[in-house]
């Protein structure tokens, strides 16, 4: 059995791979990335200890398993990466699964348990697919190695009932598995224990508000270190918007958006049966829909190019802000930091500052030096509140979910 642990975050849009060294803490060796394969031409980011590569590929990737085998391969193929040359270097893979269903743990993939999961994939086609084609890639290709899949719904497992039900017909609703999941959840598991960690606390005396902000976004209440609510729901289209996604809207708009919203998208393959109203409340809304621009950058900016660009902004801070309010007062009051991660929760300065200048009311207060210069690359968590004791402390955490997957692959078979 090899040494080395490669863990895969595949989206779809992009495809993150890291190998770490199977050691505790894991140690990442090299790390790579396509994104945009959506939006051609899809960029590489490639890094290995100081070595940063980042460059456009002339290559087209159909899916994100093409785009994983492309990764693969380069890690492979490269002579300074040679700890890593072939499946005989590999003792696990770990791949992120964002929907686990009723799932609370990570799953080592045998033929009964990726049965189970295909069963998963009509309850979150849009989200498992490209995930489980990479595993079935894996078993196929990689046969000597086993794979481990860890789920973005686990960590909410502790959500209370009536947080989790849907007031809907309850028969219909449990034959179907129609309840809130929620979803980031290896993300918040990372953050919980670094922060608690930085704020020398144990994560059992830990509450948090957590923002995960990246194409998908979202927001948790964590009391004692555990799940007790989350934005997302069924799926990870409710709560906030997001790049593509509308997030919460009248589930009736879709009645009437347009009389073919209810039919199979085009998209739809025979393994993938999602509607057109899935397919545009998921693919083509959210900034993208307002703005034209996936890219958040060009949105939280001192003078947007555009008041669409303003509105896309004033839209998301202001969803932020009602589940805020919402958590903060489902915690009693009782919060120890509001964190920022995820790749907009980690670089936007101007949205931090945005926010948490609309919760003083709360006792909150960003120091704008600190704000601004934002985390250093080694650093998981900084503080960049101001007047220390007052409110809920203002924390980043660079989140890392390669990380959290090979760090419990670590900790469970060590
Ligand atoms: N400096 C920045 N300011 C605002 N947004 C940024 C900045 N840099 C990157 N982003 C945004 O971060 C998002 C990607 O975040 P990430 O968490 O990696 O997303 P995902 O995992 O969902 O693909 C993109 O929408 C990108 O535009
Ligand atoms: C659950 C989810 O939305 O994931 P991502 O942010 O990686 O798209
Ligand atoms: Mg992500």
């Known amino acids: 059995m090899g040494r080395y642990i490669l863990a895969v975050n595949a989206g779809s849009s992009s495809v993150k791979v890291t190998f770490y060294t199977f050691a505790n803490p894991p140690q990442a060796i090299a790390d790579a990335q396509v994104s945009g394969i959506t939006a ?32 693969l391969q380069r890690c492979f193929r490269d002579p300074e990466l040679s700890e890593v040359a072939s499946d005989r270097d590999l003792a696990y893979i770990c791949h992120r699964v964002v929907h686990g269903g009723d799932y609370r743990e990570a799953v080592e993939i045998n033929d009964e348990t990726l049965h189970h999961l295909e069963a998963l994939e009509d309850l979150a086609p849009l989200h498992n697919f490209s995930a489980l084609e990479i595993v079935r890639l894996c078993r196929k290709e990689l046969p000597s190695v086993t ?16 947080v989790r039900t849907y007031p809907i017909n309850q028969q219909i609703a449990k034959a179907n598995g129609l309840r809130k999941y929620g979803f980031h959840g290896i993300s918040y598991s990372f953050i919980t224990r670094s922060v608690a960690q930085f704020l020398g606390t144990s994560q ?9 902000i990246g194409s998908g976004a979202s927001i948790c209440a964590i009391k004692e270190g555990k799940s007790v609510d989350t934005s997302m ?9 997001g790049a593509t996604r509308s997030g919460d809207i009248d589930p009736s708009l879709v009645f009437h958006y347009t009389s073919e919203a209810g ?13 057109t109203a899935e397919e545009i409340l998921n693919k083509q809304s959210g900034w993208k829909a307002l703005t034209g621009t996936t890219d958040f950058s060009q949105i939280a900016v001192e003078n947007p190019p555009s008041e669409a660009h303003q509105l896309a902004f004033d839209i998301l801070v202001d969803r932020i802000l009602g589940y805020i309010g919402n958590y903060y ?48 690359d080694n650093q998981t968590v900084i503080d960049i ?22 760090y419990r692959t670590v900790c469970s078979r060590s």
């Open 385 to 406: 509140s101001k007047g220390a004791g007052k409110g809920p402390r203002v924390l980043i955490c660079q989140t890392n979910e390669q990380f959290e997957m090979a």
């Open 329 to 376: 007062v489902k915690l009693d009051g009782q919060v120890d930091a509001l964190v920022f991660a995820g790749g907009i929760g980690e670089k936007s300065a101007m949205l931090r500052r945005t926010l948490v200048e609309k919760c003083q009311s709360l006792g909150m207060a960003i120091d704008t030096e600190a704000n601004d210069k934002g985390p250093e």
């Open 40 to 71: 051609p031409p899809p960029t590489l980011k490639y890094r290995r200890g100081p070595v940063k590569i980042k460059e456009e590929l002339q290559e087209q990737f159909r899916t994100p398993q093409a785009a994983f085998q492309y990764l």
């Open 263 to 275: 039919k199979l998208s085009p998209a739809s393959t025979k393994e993938m049966h999602i509607s």
């Open 147 to 162: 794979s481990i899949t860890f789920f973005d719904s686990a960590f909410h497992h502790t959500l209370p009932v009536y």
């Open 204 to 212: 059992e005396q830990t509450n948090l508000i957590v923002m995960h």
């Open 233 to 241: 729901g069924l799926t990870p289209l409710a709560g906030l918007p």
